[in-house]
């Protein structure tokens, strides 16, 4: 009877420190993939988020611009052509541009 309950006890550690063994197979295998990962994505051309937001900031800096700069060559053009004056082509071509871009 002493014999069976020590293979017993024999079982369970030998279990025990098999499941500790996979558990740290397990961290790792994780911590290996984590540093592929990175070494991936650093490979890659990516940018961070805050130049990200940098250049989205001065693209809407830049529309807003541009829609202020066509309203206001609307406006010459409107007060060039009440004075009797007709607006050259140039002007009317880069109007309506300004205007399609918007």
């Not at 009317?92 to 918007?102: D, E, I, L």
């Amino acid at each position: 009877m002493q014999s069976e309950k020590r293979i017993f006890d024999d079982l369970a550690k030998v279990l025990n420190g098999v499941a500790g063994t996979v558990a740290g197979m397990g961290r790792e295998a994780e911590a290996s993939m984590r540093e592929r990962a990175r070494e991936w994505a650093g490979g890659l051309d990516l940018v961070s988020r805050e130049e990200f937001d940098a250049v989205k900031t001065l693209a809407a800096n830049a529309r807003a611009d541009a829609d202020a700069l066509g309203k206001r060559v609307a406006a010459l053009e409107a007060a060039l052509h009440a004075k009797g004056g007709a607006a050259p082509a140039k002007a009317k071509s880069a109007a309506k541009s300004a205007k399609g871009s918007a």
